[in-house]
């Protein structure tokens, strides 16, 4: 018989690393709620229509699409089949994709309820996504993204509020990050610099693999994206800019002299980092030319964050948008958001050896079964604690000691209540304590209150 499995770039999660996701969710969910965001759910399925064509060419190819159900190659003959480029033939045969990030959906979900929302409107999202990508070390193709964006506002105060909880989040995780920080805007001016605004996203998907592949691959894809030596030569100062993000926006300044949108892009920039500073941000903020980010949606801010002491890629990112609803036929409407990766963020945690050590712990207390009468003692102890907020269980089979033992230690639970032939007649309970072994007698009462003492600290 074959042995189960499970696609590549999945994974199941065993009780102890559900309870470190679930920390790192409730901990992002905290800061949301403490910043006025309010959560809305989408489904996991999404019309291609709604889909295709926001993520650019690269994101539109990892999409995973779903068969029409029924007959999906109804309609089609054989010659077609043959024939048909597998692109335009997954239009004909699936209708409808996973959903590749949060924020598209979230542009549908405004348009469709905007007579019932009021703006401008923050919310926050945690579900997952899916992305038909090669699985690797901090890749997956199921991961959770956790979302908060605010839409229907231009204010800048929005860009630098989002950093502050950033910045609230991971001091609250206990992980040191650096924030990386770009303007469309500004890579739109030196697009036009060189004379190619028509290039700008084959400029930016390029430079934004700087740091993986490096500059001579970033100007081969240039140049396999149609850009001249020439063109390359004048891109020199976005790969060579250096110093302080005072001295980068100096530089620039003068190199965009002639852009109108370049010049505003770092006007915009330096008005984010004014209020962060003024607002006290002590996470390191850099300003980085080379970050792209690759998705067409972005059209202001451009927000990176990385792990200061792991080497994992980013672990939250996001930006602005201002017309992403108009591709759903609402105009006007601006926006900007970020998302935190949950699964890399755990990945940096555990590295770190950062989760709390009570993590999984979920029973507090296991009360013992040895024969009949101390299993009506138990169980009638067992609906006690529960009424006073103390998780317990009792184990369900008369058995020996040691296995008893043995589960209350694979399953971390800290206290252990004896209820053998001699607690049943005297009344008096042996409460032993797993890390020390320390035991001691006590009548029922007294052993709830000592229990919800431990449950406060």
Same mark, same amino acid.
């Given at each position: 018989?074959?042995?189960?499995?499970?696609?590549?770039?999945?994974?199941d999660f065993? /009780?102890?690393?559900?309870?470190?996701?679930?920390?790192i969710?409730d901990?992002?969910?905290?800061?949301f709620?403490?910043?006025?965001?309010q959560?809305?759910?989408?489904?996991?399925?999404?019309?291609?229509?709604t889909?295709?064509?926001?993520?650019?060419e690269? =994101?539109d190819?990892?999409?995973?699409?779903v068969?029409?159900?029924g007959?999906?190659?109804?309609?089609?003959?054989?010659?077609?089949?043959?024939? +048909?480029?597998? /692109?335009?033939?997954?239009t004909?045969?699936?209708?409808?994709?996973?959903?590749?990030?949060?924020?598209?959906?979230?542009?549908?979900?405004?348009?469709?309820y905007?007579?019932?929302?009021?703006?401008?409107f923050?919310?926050?999202?945690i579900?997952?996504?899916?992305?038909?990508?090669? /699985?690797?070390?901090g890749?997956?193709?199921e991961?959770?993204?956790?979302?908060?964006?605010?839409? =229907?506002?231009?204010?800048?105060?929005?860009?630098? !509020?989002?950093?502050?909880?950033?910045?609230?989040?991971?001091?609250?995780?206990?992980?040191?990050?650096v924030?990386?920080?770009?303007?469309?805007?500004?890579?739109?001016?030196?697009? $036009?610099?060189?004379?190619?605004?028509?290039?700008?996203?084959d400029? @930016?998907?390029?430079?934004?693999k700087?740091?993986?592949?490096?500059?001579?691959?970033?100007?081969?894809?240039?140049?396999?994206?149609?850009?001249? /030596?020439?063109?390359i030569?004048?891109?020199s100062p976005?790969?060579d800019?250096?110093g302080?993000? #005072?001295?980068?926006?100096?530089?620039?300044?003068?190199? *965009?002299?002639?852009?109108?949108?370049?010049?505003?892009?770092?006007?915009e920039l330096?008005?984010? *980092?004014?209020?962060?500073?003024?607002?006290?941000?002590?996470?390191?903020? !850099?300003?980085?030319?080379?970050? $792209?980010? %690759?998705?067409? &949606?972005?059209?202001?801010a451009i927000i !990176?964050v990385?792990?200061?002491?792991?080497?994992?890629?980013?672990?939250?990112?996001?930006g602005? &948008?201002d017309n992403l @609803? =108009?591709?759903?036929?609402?105009?006007?409407?601006?926006?900007?958001?970020?998302?935190?990766?949950?699964?890399r963020?755990y990945?940096?945690?555990?590295?770190?050896?950062?989760?709390p050590?009570n993590?999984?712990?979920?029973?507090?207390v296991?009360?013992?079964?040895?024969?009949?009468? %101390?299993?009506q003692? +138990?169980?009638?102890?067992?609906?006690?604690?529960?009424?006073? =907020?103390?998780?317990? #269980?009792?184990?369900?089979?008369?058995?020996?000691?040691?296995?008893?033992?043995?589960y209350?230690?694979?399953?971390?639970?800290?206290?252990?209540?004896?209820?053998?032939?001699?607690?049943?007649?005297?009344?008096?309970l042996?409460?032993?304590?797993? #890390?020390?072994?320390?035991?001691?007698?006590?009548?029922?009462?007294? *052993?709830?209150?000592?229990l919800?003492?431990?449950?406060?600290?």
């Amino acid at each position: 018989m074959q042995k189960p499995a499970i696609p590549k770039g999945t994974r199941d999660f065993n /009780p102890l690393v559900t309870a470190r996701r679930n920390y790192i969710f409730d901990t992002i969910r905290q800061v949301f709620r403490l910043y006025g965001f309010q959560p809305i759910e989408t489904p996991a399925m999404e019309n291609l229509s709604t889909l295709m064509g926001k993520y650019g060419e690269e =994101g539109d190819k990892l999409l995973f699409k779903v068969l029409n159900s029924g007959d999906f190659l109804q309609g089609i003959d054989r010659p077609s089949l043959a024939e +048909a480029e597998a /692109p335009k033939l997954a239009t004909r045969i699936s209708e409808k994709g996973l959903r590749y990030d949060l924020t598209v959906p979230f542009a549908r979900y405004v348009v469709m309820y905007r007579n019932d929302i009021t703006f401008p409107f923050r919310r926050y999202q945690i579900q997952p996504v899916w992305r038909a990508d090669r /699985p690797q070390k901090g890749r997956y193709r199921e991961f959770y993204q956790c979302d908060a964006d605010m839409i =229907g506002s231009d204010s800048l105060i929005n860009e630098a !509020e989002l950093l502050l909880m950033t910045r609230d989040v991971f001091s609250r995780l206990g992980i040191g990050v650096v924030v990386k920080l770009n303007n469309r805007k500004i890579l739109a001016g030196i697009a $036009a610099h060189i004379g190619h605004p028509d290039k700008l996203t084959d400029i @930016t998907v390029a430079i934004d693999k700087l740091d993986k592949i490096g500059r001579d691959n970033v100007e081969k894809e240039l140049t396999e994206r149609g850009l001249s /030596p020439a063109d390359i030569a004048a891109l020199s100062p976005v790969f060579d800019l250096q110093g302080s993000n #005072e001295e980068k926006i100096t530089g620039l300044r003068s190199l *965009l002299a002639k852009s109108e949108m370049g010049q505003k892009g770092l006007d915009e920039l330096e008005t984010v *980092l004014r209020l962060v500073a003024e607002a006290g941000l002590d996470t390191p903020v !850099e300003f980085d030319l080379t970050l $792209a980010r %690759g998705l067409n &949606y972005y059209t202001g801010a451009i927000i !990176e964050v990385k792990a200061a002491e792991v080497a994992i890629g980013s672990i939250s990112g996001g930006g602005r &948008y201002d017309n992403l @609803t =108009g591709i759903f036929g609402l105009d006007g409407v601006s926006g900007v958001g970020i998302s935190f990766g949950a699964d890399r963020i755990y990945d940096v945690l555990e590295q770190s050896d950062l989760f709390p050590a009570n993590l999984g712990t979920q029973t507090t207390v296991l009360l013992t079964n040895f024969d009949e009468a %101390g299993q009506q003692v +138990a169980f009638t102890l067992l609906q006690q604690l529960r009424k006073a =907020g103390i998780s317990a #269980e009792m184990y369900p089979d008369t058995t020996k000691l040691k296995k008893q033992m043995t589960y209350a230690n694979a399953n971390r639970i800290p206290y252990v209540v004896l209820i053998g032939e001699e607690e049943v007649q005297s009344g008096l309970l042996t409460l032993k304590e797993m #890390e020390s072994g320390k035991q001691e007698k006590m009548k029922d009462l007294e *052993l709830i209150a000592k229990l919800s003492e431990v449950k406060e600290l």
